[in-house]
T-cell receptor, first 111, second 119 residues
Framework: GIQVEQSPPDLILQEGANSTLRCNFS?????LQWFHQNPWGQLINLFYIPSGTKQNGRLSATTVATERYSLLYISSSQTTDSGVYFCAVDPIYNQGGKLIFGQGTELSVKP | ETGVTQTPRHLVMGMTNKKSLKCEQHLGHNAMYWYKQSAKKPLELMFVYNFKEQTENNSVPSRFSPECPNSSHLFLHLHTLQPEDSALYLCASSPRTFGGQLTSGNTIYFGEGSWLTVV
């Protein structure tokens, strides 16, 4: 089945710094989403981005479907950005009716 | 507020208890999911329901019993759990299940989760 790998696994930033999180996937996909899981456990939808680039405030995401990766950019990071960031994909040859999640990147932003 | 509501948010139960987790979605979606997330681990899919019918049981022990009376409500009945079942249980919904022909725009939304501790 498809492999979804996120890097780095952990990241510590000083407030105000910029960062790039990466999601590699091993097969073609129909659908890719980025999520932020806050310290209280809730998963918040950030982007639905099967291809192209989107921006939402200080966050932006780019998916290059032909090269099978997606990037999440966080600019001017804030302590509220702390948590775990997941990407999830819907493979073209999806036989399970479900999204496949990466292992996540745990981000800690220090004041 | 994602449109998916879970109750209770926190639950402590003994190994001989029977309890239930409840999930309700107000998004008009047809697919609903239960995920389990143990500490420092990725999400594990437990069950998928599509139009009230269970389409996937990801080898979940029978001490977890799902129920989907309609497309808006999903329950997870718990009985004789083990301490290792302590985890965050997340409910989610999407317009339809993933895979197949109609994939464009299908996005998944999660509830706030139910923190379960088995003592």
């Amino acid at each position: 089945g498809i492999q979804v790998e996120q890097s780095p696994p952990d990241l510590i930033l000083q407030e105000g710094a910029n960062s790039t999180l990466r999601c590699n996937f091993s097969d073609s996909v129909n659908n890719l989403q980025w999520f932020h899981q806050n310290p209280w456990g809730q998963l918040i939808n950030l982007f639905y981005i099967p291809s192209g680039t989107k921006q939402n405030g200080r966050l932006s995401a780019t998916t290059v479907a032909t090269e099978r990766y997606s990037l999440l950019y966080i600019s001017s990071s804030q302590t509220t950005d702390s948590g775990v960031y997941f990407c999830a994909v819907d493979p073209i040859y999806n036989q399970g009716g479900k999204l496949i999640f990466g292992q996540g990147t745990e981000l800690s932003v220090k004041p | 507020e994602t449109g998916v509501t879970q109750t209770p948010r926190h639950l402590v139960m003994g190994m001989t208890n029977k309890k239930s987790l409840k999930c309700e979605q107000h998004l008009g979606h047809n697919a609903m999911y239960w995920y389990k997330q143990s500490a420092k681990k990725p999400l594990e899919l437990m069950f998928v329901y599509n139009f009230k019918e269970q389409t996937e049981n990801n080898s979940v022990p029978s001490r977890f019993s799902p129920e989907c009376p309609n497309s808006s409500h999903l329950f997870l009945h718990l009985h004789t759990l083990q301490p290792e079942d302590s985890a965050l249980y997340l409910c989610a919904s999407s317009p339809r299940t993933f895979g197949g022909q109609l994939t464009s725009g299908n996005t998944i939304y999660f509830g706030e989760g139910s923190w379960l501790t088995v003592v």
